[in-house]
């Protein structure tokens, strides 16, 4: 070969070592997601892992968080951050999730700080009602885990080592599944160093006897916008209905033993015992003990039923 033609073949060949770019990594299997549009680092495993633990979520809980967020963006005007523990059993790598309550924060320039004080007081409170359930994780709210979530989690690492983070998105609108994510912590090598990731994790709901009847009296969501037929209502529409109708039948009692009465109709024996007999099931109205007693269950039920109805609003606005 030529002198000529060998510095032709060495400069073909480092065009095509340059146009070929710098050699590629095969890719992390448990790597973060590339940053969003907005610039945000992603702090979510994007491959499937199979989670460490199975969680049991209990229905409460989500009445719980979404009451928090709503009853703060009341109060302010405008969407907040809220926090708050997860508490319940654990056997194994079974988790069942089943309370939860608020954590109180500060803001330090721009970082969120646990009140460990505070979680103290409530943790010696719960242990003294809940004594066989133990700290699980937190929770909070938003559309997708950011750094100052893994911040946080980090301080719940404090106090469990194995914490989950279940995450609420109010503005979801999927009919089709609940907008709740649990996540658990994973250490991955990120460019070479160690950083602490967030994975998904699958659950499955569990409720009580007592806790189902409680929600399904609380509200029945439907996936429409305007939405929301709360069940209370719908008792208390067939309860107003059953009234009425009772009330129409005694009067018509009462005018037929009124047209016997003025002679406007012929005396019916039968029908006149029939009249007494349920007169007498009536209680004596003008007895004060009834009278007292009657307008106390009025007030209970009253009580009752505008708590209900504050829990529904808070669920159906939230969710």
Known sequence: MSSADR???EMEVEVESASAGPPVDPPNPTSPAPPTPGGTK????TTATSG?????????VI????????RLRAQEGSPQTVIGALIGKQKGRNIEVMNSFELVFSVIDGDIIIDRDYYNLKEEQFKQVFSDMDFLGWYTTGDTPTEKDIAVHRQICDINECPVMLMLNP?????DQLPVVLYESVIDVVNGRATMLLAPLTYTLAAEEAERIGVDHVARVSSGEAALNSLVAEHLTAQRSAIKMLVSRVRAVLATVRAIRDGTLPPRPALLREARAL???????????FRTHFYNV???ENSYLNAFILMSQCLIQSL
């Not at 460490?52 to 409460?60: A, C, E, N, R």
């Not at 009445?63 to 709503?70: A, K, L, P, Y």
């Not at 007169?279 to 003990?289: G, K």
């Open 7 to 9: 510095i032709d073949f």
């Open 42 to 45: 992603s702090v979510v495993v």
């Open 52 to 60: 460490s633990v199975t969680v049991s979520l209990h229905p409460l």
């Open 63 to 70: 009445m719980n968080v979404s009451e928090h967020w709503t």
């Open 171 to 175: 503005a979801g609108r999927n009919g």
């Open 279 to 289: 007169s007498n099931r009536l209680p004596l109205l003008t007895s004060q003990q």
């Open 298 to 300: 009025r007030i209970q």
